[in-house]
């Protein structure tokens, strides 16, 4: 870039989107736009259903300029009353999980800007090792620099709650897992798995012109007023209903949109996943979720990938030959592990209950036709 041209300096939090970019000066704005030309997703993708699930995508992240730095926030994981288990009350989040990535962004926005979160921000870069201590149930937030509590924090002794993690920080820079923190902790914001993936599809219908809303909205027989994404959990992926039909896992029979379902100890479905695309030529899905049972800096939205015998198309999902890499850590250092070490696990796992499964919207049958006839 241009000599002189500088990003604003001193704001506490400022966004910063390609759309909206009068902060820059013009040799800059030049220089984004290329950027957003070359990233564009009809550049690196080919199937219209693989462009426009990307580009639903490519909402849940925003760039903001942070004590003079740019950090990209992606968003947060959040679901209702998750981690209320010793909370002693509801742990209730904005929109329930299932609000829209621009009504996200707008409140999100007004977090960064406050005071409190200038305040983090200057307590996290004060150059001392301190314990952060964060309050779910009353969003609030203190920190600690005795000596005990953050030699228990580095020897794994850690004494957070459910509703109250503790974070150890080395009291220099901020990144996007502090942002994060902030968000998760205080903010109490952001989409949970089956409020992912429903903004995903919808977006995807929508492109095709297809009203995946109305159609849900008929089938469960919902006012005109509600909002069916409300209503729309992995229960409901896992239901079957007429609207839905059950994809042999074979990966020979999949497609971008598929929905990917992880059982939990019961049998029910508790975790979703969407397929973005598959290469059948490098053996490669990429699929995207949202989920805090990740690495530190993966928290929230993020993409994932198995890894497959390109000759082997009939390989099933089950398929322990198969190699999934997103590894699932607490969301939280110290915190209890998952019981699961990969996706491929989690997918595989309580075989007396037939494992994971796929599941697909029979609209989406059509829009995968029309999209793709677009991109030929």
């Known amino acids: ?28 704005v030049s220089d984004l736009a290329a950027i957003s030309r070359f990233a564009a997703p009809s550049e690196e993708w080919q199937r219209g259903t693989e462009i426009a699930i990307e580009e639903a995508y490519r909402q849940c992240f925003k760039t903001y300029i942070i004590d003079g730095r740019l ?18 009350t ?24 406050s005071e409190d979160f ?12 301190k314990v952060l201590i964060f309050d779910l149930a009353s969003r609030r937030w203190t920190w600690t620099r005795d000596l005990f509590e953050i030699a228990r924090m580095k020897a794994q002794a850690y004494r957070g709650l459910p509703h109250r993690p503790y974070v150890l920080h080395n009291g220099q820079d901020v990144g996007g897992t502090d942002v994060y923190n902030y968000l998760y902790c205080i903010g109490r914001l952001g989409m949970d798995c089956s409020g992912f993936v429903w903004h995903v599809l919808t977006y995807t219908a929508q ?29 409901y992926f896992d239901s079957r209903r007429p609207e839905l039909e059950q994809v042999p896992d074979a990966i020979k029979n999949l497609r971008s949109g ?44 993020h993409e994932s990938f198995i890894e497959f015998d390109p000759a082997k198309p009939d390989t099933s999902l089950k398929d322990p030959a198969l190699r999934w890499t997103q590894k699932r850590y607490p969301a939280f250092p110290g915190e209890k592990a998952s019981a699961f070490s990969d996706d491929g696990e989690r997918y595989r796992a309580f075989p007396e209950f037939g494992g994971g499964k796929v599941v697909r919207f029979k609209l989406m049958n059509s829009v995968f036709k029309t999209l793709n006839a677009r991109y030929k």
């Not at 509801?90 to 800007?113: C, M």
């Not at 983090?120 to 004060?126: A, E, F, G, S, T």
């Not at 492109?207 to 959990?233: E, I, M, W, Y």
């Open 71 to 88: 950090i990209n926030v992606r968003m947060p994981f959040a679901e209702n009353n998750e981690r209320s288990e010793l909370a002693e």
């Open 207 to 235: 492109k095709a012109g297809v009203n995946l809303r109305s159609t849900v909205q008929k089938a469960l027989k919902l006012s005109r007023k509600l909002d069916p994404g409300q209503f729309v959990g992995t229960w």
């Open 258 to 301: 598929d929905i990917i379902l992880f059982r939990g100890s019961d049998g029910r479905a508790v975790h979703s996943a969407i397929i973005q695309s598959i290469d059948m030529q490098k053996g490669r899905i990429r699929y995207l979720q949202s989920t805090d049972e990740a690495p530190l800096e993966e928290r929230g939205v």
């Open 118 to 129: 200038a305040h983090y921000i200057q307590v996290l870069q004060d150059g001392k090792e």
């Open 90 to 113: 509801d742990l209730v989040i904005q929109g329930g999980g299932k609000s829209n990535p621009a009504e996200l962004w707008a409140s999100i926005d007004t977090i960064l800007a």
């Open 1 to 28: 870039m241009t000599k002189g041209c500088q990003f604003l300096r001193g704001l506490t939090a400022l966004g910063l989107l390609l759309s909206g970019i009068s902060h820059l000066c013009s040799a800059e």
